[in-house]
């Protein structure tokens, strides 16, 4: 392939990854974040957690982590399902440590 070709090619790349990251919402704020992080305004955070954040169905806010550049104040929980709340109880019975005391949780004192 000669030089022309390639230089073409990677000119229209260019130009439709320009185009996607104006049209295209997420992409663009995907952009703004991978910026943010690239010059050092988004602390404490790495970049292989900004790959696990720029993934659909991420417990972060995108939008509150442009907003304040603070990646702690971004994270949320999903919502409470019956089968969540079930499923949290569940895990909390098997791997809660006895209280202080040795006494049962019931046990008043």
Do not use: C
């Amino acid at each position: 392939m000669s030089l022309m070709k390639w230089l073409r090619r990677l000119a229209w790349g260019l130009l439709a990854l320009l185009i996607a990251a104006v049209a295209v919402r997420p992409v663009r704020k995907g952009l703004e974040l991978v910026a943010l992080e690239a010059t050092g305004e988004i602390q404490d955070f790495s970049w292989t957690e900004m790959s696990r954040f720029l993934h659909r169905g991420s417990a972060m806010n995108a939008d509150r982590m442009l907003k304040t550049k603070d990646p702690y104040s971004s994270i949320f929980a999903p919502p409470a399902t019956p089968e969540r709340v079930q499923a949290g109880h569940q895990l909390f019975q098997t791997r809660k440590a006895p209280p202080t005391g040795g006494l049962p949780l019931t046990t008043r004192v």
